[in-house]
């Protein structure tokens, strides 16, 4: 990290420098780790920059000019979401910096931090990667501008993109540039996304796609017949001219049909069309998720500009999941597992949450459309060996001063899914479902939670090992199919608490979340409550909910509040949708359109809560226990039609009076000032807000 430790070193230059938004801390949750240890474990020489001040190019010349390249990232977190709020206010901290302090990292850090890094030498290689770049490697909506922004690459002006979990595309790419090989000539990477001429081909034998406009109806031109009886090439042709046949076999057709995809690239429509037209973005989107599996996925291309200076992004292929020998590589690295020594005795929340967590897989199948974790890690869980897993637990116990004996997490994107994969390979590698679990969990995906019950009870068993609890996110709808399961986890393996997210309860918004019924939750928590008291321990569920998601209409919301205080449920901190860059349900919240459809210009519309009111309105029916949230809400009744709901029986959502300390904070007339009884309603007929009434109040037309 400074001139003083490569002369301790003996280094007179770094072959890579990282340019990362959080504080550097060696320990393989963190991404800059991973990628630095993996880089000198091929004998590379690597400086890490971490939160470097972006407003000159002098701190990025601190190491001096790396030999191969920069690599750019803005840190664990998309520095959007690290920084600013759903709401758009911005965070008053950051877990990633020591001692929590905001403001010590830029918007939009990738772009900012590869200008710089050019800045400082122009002549050096820039590389960016992370989940920022990831997620922005094509034209993609921007929630903080509301705009529909351009691809990364061309903002930043970099030479080459790595999305995904890239540690077998960033190794050949260091080995190859060593070997002297220019970075404008790697073009034949998997996971890699650089910018090119408009006719630009990798190749003679490749052929283009496109799909630059919506499908209309038009002429249907026949299908092939698989059927077909093939002339041999090489046989000889009868005297009367006949051709000896035989039968092309299921595959050959189908080594001839993947022979053909890996030389197809699908051109989208262009920048500047989903810019001016919502539909065309949600088609975009659409064609984009459904070449996401790595198995049979095309390359895709997307224009940026317009005449002269139009050039396109090209994206190649995802890249394959790391077998388990090579996540065990990966993660048996020598890391430190601590923040750099130059920090001190810094606080760093996000060092405090993780130090005694174990990831044990990448990767999700649900495809849950808010998530962003399938665009980023892919839908192909990667496990890492039971070995390798138990040995990191030996570490942390040897390595550690402070641990006194409590593994915090086993876990990863979720908890549950360790080692299950599709039962058949061919299957896996030709399918296109965008979700393994939805709208059912498919036949052909392996469900056994097994070896993750055998994990389980060896990682408990270690010597020095005092408990062993899960901290990540549950798959309810998978953990019922095991109550072996179920009831391994609530007896040994609950801290009192347990995480699960149902996400909601109406049919609407869980279609558009690709989230299971209610029906599923209410199943896991039957045995739930079961195990829990075999065990004789008193432990709770903690459900999370999302206000505003696409698809949730106003009724939907009463409906999930009028569950939770049902069911006893009064949630403190609730989440409001943020639409991410790339996710689905950002395609729902941009375009109304479904792109879990086919998209044209008259297929489904989704609802969706987009101004501040109603943003408002849903958060506080998640939050109907508050009374600040009552007057919003009783006015939503109101309009609704729905007074019924209005009063003080249990099964009323809010009451008619408004207690004086909260009507005072809120801005509402105390109750008694009403002239009303106890529980008596206002009477007459709902309305709108009057024009001079003070914000917050609650005034109804009598």
Not at 151 to 170: C, Q
Not at 553 to 566: F, G, I, R, S, Y
Not at 578 to 607: G, Q
Not at 672 to 680: F, K, L, N, T, V
């Amino acid at each position: 990290m400074s001139r003083a430790e490569m002369a301790a070193l003996g280094w007179d230059a770094c072959d890579v420098i990282l340019v990362t938004g959080d504080a550097y801390v060696d320990h393989p949750s963190f991404g800059m780790a991973l990628v630095g240890r993996l880089l000198e474990a091929h004998g590379l020489r690597v400086g890490i920059i971490s939160q470097p001040d972006w407003t000159s190019a002098e701190p990025f010349r601190a190491l001096g000019r790396p030999r191969l390249f920069f690599g750019i990232t803005a840190g664990n977190m998309d520095s959007m979401v690290n920084r600013y709020t759903s709401d758009r206010k911005i965070r008053s901290e950051d877990a990633y910096t020591p001692n929590a302090e905001a403001g010590r990292r830029p918007d939009r850090a990738v772009i900012v931090y590869a200008q710089r890094a050019r800045e400082a030498f122009p002549d050096a290689a820039v590389v960016i990667g992370s989940i920022e770049a990831s997620l922005r490697r094509i034209a993609h909506y921007d929630y903080w501008s509301d705009t529909v922004r351009r691809s990364v690459l061309a903002d930043s002006k970099a030479d080459l993109l790595l999305f995904g979990n890239a540690e077998r595309a960033l190794v050949a790419l260091a080995r190859r540039l060593a070997a002297g090989e220019r970075i404008g000539d790697i073009r034949d990477l998997r996971g890699t996304a650089f910018m090119v001429r408009s006719d630009w081909l990798p190749g003679q034998a490749w052929q283009e796609i496109d799909s630059s406009e919506l499908d209309r109806p038009g002429r249907i031109d026949p299908h092939p017949d698989p059927y077909a009886i093939a002339p041999a090439a090489a046989a000889p042709a009868a005297g009367n001219g006949a051709q000896p046949v035989r039968i092309v076999t299921r595959a050959e057709r189908l080594a001839q049909r993947r022979a053909q995809r890996e030389h197809t690239v699908v051109r989208l429509p262009a920048y500047e069309a989903v810019r001016a037209d919502p539909v065309l973005y949600a088609h975009a989107s659409r064609v984009f998720h459904l070449e996401s599996n790595p198995g049979n996925a095309r390359a895709l291309r997307q224009a940026h500009g317009e005449g002269a200076g139009r050039r396109d992004v090209w994206i190649n292929p995802p890249p394959l999941p790391l077998t388990t020998p090579e996540m065990d590589f990966v993660y048996g690295l020598p890391y430190a597992r601590a923040p750099h020594p130059s920090y001190g005795g810094a606080r760093i929340p996000a060092w405090d949450m993780i130090k005694f967590s174990i990831n044990i897989m990448r990767g999700c199948f649900g495809g849950c459309t808010f998530c962003s974790i399938t665009e980023h890690e892919g839908r192909i869980i990667q496990s890492r060996s039971e070995a390798s897993i138990l040995r990191e637990i030996e570490e942390i116990r040897d390595k550690m001063p402070d641990f006194r004996g409590h593994i915090t997490d086993l876990g990863g994107p979720t908890a549950n899914m360790y080692r299950m994969a599709c039962k058949d390979r061919q299957i896996e590698a030709s399918c296109r479902r965008l979700s393994c679990v939805y709208p059912g969990i498919c036949e052909n995906l392996d469900t056994d939670h097994g070896p993750l019950i055998a994990l389980y009870r060896k990682a408990r068993a270690i010597p020095g090992v005092k408990r062993v609890t899960v901290g990540s996110g549950l798959r309810y709808d998978l953990a019922v199919r095991s109550p072996e399961y179920v009831k391994e986890l609530v007896t040994h393996h609950v801290s009192g608490l347990l995480k699960i997210a149902p996400e909601h309860t109406e049919p609407g918004p869980l279609s558009k979340m690709m989230k299971p019924g209610i029906g599923s939750y209410e199943k896991f928590r039957e045995l739930f409550d079961k195990y829990s008291k075999e065990a004789g321990k008193k432990q709770h569920l903690v459900p999370y909910f999302i206000a505003a998601h696409p698809g949730t209409t106003d009724q939907d919301m009463v409906n999930l509040a009028l569950w939770l205080k049902k069911n006893g449920f009064r949630p403190d901190q609730v989440q409001t949708f943020l639409p991410t860059p790339m996710a689905l349900a950002t395609t729902m919240y941009h375009s109304r359109k479904n792109p879990l459809k086919k998209v044209s210009a008259d297929s489904e519309s989704v609802d969706t809560a987009r101004a501040g009111r109603a943003r408002r309105l849903h958060k506080a029916l998640l939050r109907w226990h508050d009374p600040q949230n009552w007057p919003l809400i009783r006015e939503a009744l109101l309009a609704m039609g729905r007074r019924d709901l209005i009063g003080n029986r249990p099964d009323q959502l809010v009451p008619w009076q408004q207690p004086p300390i909260a009507a005072a904070q809120s801005g509402a007339q105390p109750a008694a000032s009403r002239r009303r009884g106890p529980g008596q309603p206002i009477r007459g007929k709902a309305g709108s807000r009057s024009a001079g009434a003070k914000p917050g109040r609650d005034c109804r037309r009598r």
